[in-house]
């Protein structure tokens, strides 16, 4: 299975969340998961490179590959059960190969920007014409990640209604939300991820990502 992790938006989270979908699915999962990095960026690339000189384990089966994306997602698919893109956050050619590629095409969005919302519009159109074309069997979703912890905000409640009421024009929303939290960028900076970092606020961020992964059915329930 090859999933995407991307947007056309920069800055919304992908590889910071790519991260911990990938440890996640290495400890947690069982099964056999490949990063491939498509982004020249290298956000990954760099977490790997202080996570190996750490000498931290498990160690992560990581590719490259910014040009035929589909040939290599396709070749690692092969050896792989779970082949995990991160693409540059613009409508790069790089993202329009991972696009054609992927089974499952996860994208962030913060619900409380707008300047993040605006942008749904042409990348949902884009996901349509994928799965009218090159890619019919793509399936999509839309993450809301960076949610305002206050117990009196209803920007993420406010925006998956919205978009419910619209569904046929609309990728589905992810019912788990991820929010805005120290130790998704902490467990980063020190080169692991929210499975393996304990601050206090790390046991939520780490049952964020559990949870989202199984409603994706990407670990067992
Ligand atoms: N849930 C979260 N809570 C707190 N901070 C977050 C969260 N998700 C992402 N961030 C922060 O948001 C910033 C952007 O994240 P990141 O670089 O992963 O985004 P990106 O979409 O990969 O960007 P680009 O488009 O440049 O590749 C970083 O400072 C990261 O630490
Ligand atoms: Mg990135």
């Not at 931290?56 to 070749?75: F, G, L, N, S, T």
Request: aromatic share 8%; with cysteine; proline share 3%.
């Amino acid at each position: 299975m090859i999933i995407l992790v991307g947007s056309h938006k920069g800055g919304v989270g992908k590889s910071t969340i790519y991260i911990h979908i990938l440890m996640c699915l290495i400890l947690r999962s069982g099964k056999r998961v490949a990063a491939l990095e498509c982004d020249d960026q290298h956000s990954v690339k760099d977490w790997l490179e202080d996570r190996r000189a750490q000498g931290i384990q498990p160690d992560v089966d990581y590719y490259e590959c910014y040009h035929d994306i589909p040939a290599m997602a396709r070749k690692l698919d092969k050896k792989y059960d779970i082949v995990l893109l991160d693409a540059p956050g613009r409508r790069s050619p790089e993202f329009s190969k991972c696009l054609a590629v992927a089974d499952l095409f996860i994208s962030l969005v913060n619900p409380s920007a707008q300047i993040e919302i605006n942008t749904l519009g042409l990348m949902v159109a884009d996901v349509f014409q994928y799965q009218a074309s090159v890619n019919k069997g793509l399936k999509a979703v839309l993450v809301m990640n960076k949610c305002d912890t206050h117990p009196s905000d209803i920007d993420a409640s406010s925006f998956r209604k919205d978009i419910e009421a619209d569904q046929e024009n609309w990728i589905p929303v992810a019912r788990q939300r991820l929010y805005q939290r120290k130790s998704y960028y902490r467990s980063y900076n020190e080169g692991l991820s929210v499975h393996e970092f304990n601050d206090r606020k790390g046991n939520q961020a780490r049952g964020e990502i559990e949870m989202l992964l199984r409603e994706l059915e990407l670990l067992a329930a």
